[in-house]
């Protein structure tokens, strides 16, 4: 099979002439509709299952008319494929149609057999038409085209046939039983989930919040984008890590210029990750402690995931009796007012196991069959055989988050004990917003914004410098940032300590805990007791370190 599609008049492989000029004889022309960026990247994973087959060559083809379809083209080149203009493409050869784009007109292409296979997971929402500002239900195909028997509508499961019926007396007898080819690769992927949060830079002794947002005025990012915010600053730096990722129509309309001119701040003084769309939401999800969503079908991905679920917000658009209307019903919405680190805790030591498995029986009738199940309808349409060979059985690439970081902590730590002392840190241009006036600023070197420096009680610097050097290092900084009551640097094992006031302190411990961690420790202890010097057990969400200072 050779993915080749032309953007040219003559249509390449589709040309009527096509023979005189190809190198790679095939017998079959397979049309590829994509309308959307979502389309075109879930169309682009589906025609995977003919891979091999010297008999079909795939030609792309763009149905121009949506608003969410930038930057569709320039993606599909990125996987050296041209697209044939619509108009065009009326003239071609063709044997099948496949799309997951259930909005575009078949008619032109008649007698053409169509396979609309659904690009979110089943049929739970209604959309308005921009034109005729009528609603329709999203997913399923044009009237026009299921009421001449052209179209065949694909379906995860026999309830559904049954839901289009009412919606669209059209579609009676012009369904077809498949899969969900992005459930399957996220069950595929279960055993990578090591390698998922390896990734993404989560210990196996942290959690991992996944944000995800479908597009629209609705979704979460449209209607509680704050909860970011909230997240940063609520939850404890060194115990979470905070990832998200947008529908691609958001990436569509919005780009990505503007998607991350918004998030600037999160990602560079809050560590917050983002994750394209394309790829790498699947080891993402899989990857995840706990989903915080809305009404997007990666919801129920990771509901049926068995992944605790938090809900921000929820669409009036869902359409009742849908599994996602239940799941809905069903699932814990965040309390806005209430502890968030509390809810999100709650929802992982209290989460429900046996609602996976009700929603996988309830949405998908033959789970890890998307792949057969769509050669077997594609190939019967034009009357040939299945190919022999077995599908691969792939797993999701590893996540590859946008670059991000956190230079800039607010901390408190209190004695629980002569020598045990406990507390967390913060992201500090988030946590500065709930006005916790006893903490402290920790300002680690490689922070962009300089004001942060001349505020910090501490700055240090996380890079190892050899032991003979610490000293010298220290008193540069002390010098440098004459604001800073404290500076440290990590040196042989450990860190040491400066204190403006010229005393000096090596301290050793057992662990991995960041310096910034134990350096904001010792400031409290001897803020507290004026004495550094001895064994003390640092305390935070992550657990105990035991933390040896000895003067110099």
């Known amino acids: 099979m050779n993915t ?10 589709a040309a009527h002439d096509a023979r005189y000029w190809e190198t790679f004889r095939s017998e079959l022309i397979f049309y590829c509709f994509v309308r959307t960026f979502v389309s075109a990247i879930q169309l682009y994973r589906e025609t995977r299952v003919f891979r091999g087959d010297t008999r079909v060559k795939l030609v792309w083809v763009h149905c121009p008319g949506s608003k969410l379809e930038h930057p569709l083209a320039d993606w599909l080149l990125s996987k050296k494929i041209h697209l044939v203009p619509y108009e065009e493409a009326t003239k071609g050869r063709r044997d099948l149609i496949i799309t997951t784009s259930e909005w575009i007109d078949p008619i032109p292409f008649a007698p ?9 997971l089943g049929f739970h929402k209604y959309v308005q038409d921009p034109v005729t500002l009528q609603y329709r239900l999203a997913g399923l195909a044009r009237p026009e085209g299921l009421r001449t028997g052209q179209v065949t509508q694909v379906v995860t499961h026999p309830d559904q046939e049954r839901q289009l019926a009412a919606a669209c007396h059209d579609s009676v007898g012009r369904t077809a039983l498949g899969g969900c080819s992005n459930f399957d690769l996220l069950r595929n992927s279960r055993g990578e989930r090591a390698a998922y949060r390896e990734a993404l830079g989560v210990a196996d002794d942290q959690r991992l919040v996944v944000i995800s947002s479908t597009w629209g005025p609705e979704s979460l990012f449209a209607q509680q984008f704050h909860l970011i915010d909230r997240l940063l600053a609520e939850l404890p730096f060194e115990l979470y890590k905070v990832v998200t990722f947008l529908h691609p129509g958001v990436w569509s309309f919005e780009g990505e210029d503007e998607i991350l001119r918004r998030l600037s701040r999160h990602v560079q003084s809050g560590g917050l990750m983002v994750v394209p769309t394309t790829e790498g939401w699947h080891g993402t999800l899989v990857a995840g402690d706990l989903l915080i969503s809305d009404n997007g079908s990666v919801t129920l991905h990771g509901a049926m995931m068995d992944i605790p679920l938090l809900l921000a917000t929820f669409s009036e658009k869902v359409v009742p009796g849908t599994v ?3 799941l809905g019903q069903r699932a814990t919405f965040i309390d806005l007012c209430g ?13 429900d196991s046996t609602r996976a498995d009700e929603l996988v029986a309830r949405m998908i009738a033959r789970p890890g069959e998307s792949g057969v199940l769509l050669r077997e309808l594609c190939y019967s349409k034009v009357g040939q055989p299945v190919p022999n060979d077995e599908l691969e059985v792939r797993t999701a690439p590893v996540p590859v988050p946008m670059p991000s970081a956190a230079h800039s902590f607010r901390f408190h730590f209190r004695f629980d004990a002569d020598t045990t002392v406990v507390g967390d840190i913060y992201p500090a241009h988030f946590r500065e917003k709930l006005g916790h006036a006893e903490e402290r600023l920790l300002v680690e070197i490689g922070e962009r914004d300089h004001r942060r420096y001349v505020n910090a009680a501490i700055i240090a610097d996380p890079k190892t410098v050899a032991a003979d050097l610490a000293e010298t290092r220290l008193a540069g900084m002390i010098d440098k940032f004459v604001g800073c009551r404290m500076v440290a640097v990590a040196s042989g094992g450990g860190f040491e300590i400066l204190v403006r006031d010229e005393r000096r302190f090596r301290v050793t411990y057992d662990s991995g805990t960041p310096i910034r961690v134990l350096a904001g420790a010792c400031y409290e202890i001897l803020v507290a007791q004026t004495e550094l010097s001895g064994e003390f057990v640092v305390r935070t969400s992550l657990g105990d370190t035991k933390m040896t200072v000895t003067p110099l």
């Open 339 to 351: 502890d968030l680190r509390q809810q999100i805790e709650d929802e992982i030591e209290q989460h």
């Open 112 to 120: 053409t057999p169509v396979v609309v296979i659904p690009h979110g």
């Open 324 to 326: 996602m209307a239940d």
């Open 4 to 13: 080749v599609a032309l953007e040219r008049p003559d249509l390449g492989p």
